[in-house]
């Protein structure tokens, strides 16, 4: 099986809608601008908080950015090891190797923040709002990266798989742990609702699947929220797999 074929497989098997809420849920808690990428580069899901300083200058200098990115990009998949990268315009960024099973099947791409302090001129800097992080936010967010990425490396050979139809055991057995796990806590409609986040699916979708009103789906998940004393959504599915 192909390279881009195994990336497919895989998206297709965690849900392109759960990636993309887990995404979204990751980037609002570390306040960056995340996006799983395949092994060209090219976007897989859409990108959660762009920078907008990156846009303006990938404007200008768009040839030497992909330059320099592919470089960090090839390191990342030779080394299949998570890194930090600077780019020339003093941006800091994380690669991430997405593993299912030992295989190589995407990168994820957390940046750019500057680290210490701020280093764009005034007239920019009020202009884009860009992260500063001190040392120990990064190293939280990195070792926070690195656990959801372990998560996410299900023990399953995808190369064997035969067809669209076929499904995995793992999923199934998580499915079984989380709503277990739900049960002992939440009352039957939280339950309901706390196994359609762990699908990574959004607010609006879940009114549609429980036939209630999106205000109602809220109200659900602040709930389970404070019974499972948790912050996110994003918690919620970690405390979903064992």
């Known amino acids: 099986m192909g390279q881009e074929e195994l990336t497919r497989k895989w998206v297709k098997f965690m849900g392109k809608d759960k990636l993309q809420s887990l995404q979204d849920a990751l980037a609002a808690a570390v306040d960056m ?12 899901t ?6 907008l300083l990156c846009h303006q200058v990938r404007k200008s200098k768009r040839e030497l950015c992909k330059k320099e990115f592919l470089v960090a990009l090839e390191k990342c998949k030779t080394e299949l090891a998570p890194c930090i990268h600077e780019c020339y315009f003093g941006l800091k960024y994380f690669l991430y ?14 940046g750019g923040y500057y680290e210490g ?10 202009k884009f709002a860009v992260p500063v992080l001190q040392n120990e936010q990064v190293e939280k967010i990195y070792q926070l990266l690195l656990q959801i990425l372990n998560i996410m490396d299900f ?26 796990f739900f049960e002992g806590k939440l009352s039957k409609r939280e339950c309901d ?3 359609l986040v762990c699908e990574g699916i959004s607010n609006k979708l879940i009114a549609e699947r429980l036939y209630i009103s999106e205000k109602t789906v809220k109200t659900h998940i602040s709930n389970i929220l404070n019974k499972l004393d948790v912050k996110d959504r994003m918690q919620i599915m970690m405390l979903a797999r064992k």
């Open 33 to 44: 601008s995340v996006c799983l990428l395949d092994l060209q580069g090219r976007a897989l």
């Open 46 to 51: 859409v990108r959660s908080k762009p920078l």
């Open 97 to 110: 190797p997405v593993l299912s099973n030992g295989k190589l099947v995407a990168i994820v791409h957390c």
């Open 117 to 126: 302090k701020n280093i764009l001129p005034e007239r920019l800097a009020a």
């Open 155 to 180: 023990d399953v050979d995808i190369a064997t798989w035969q067809n669209d139809t076929d499904t995995p055991e793992t999923p199934a057995k998580a499915d079984t742990y989380a709503l277990e």
């Open 193 to 195: 609702v706390a196994m």
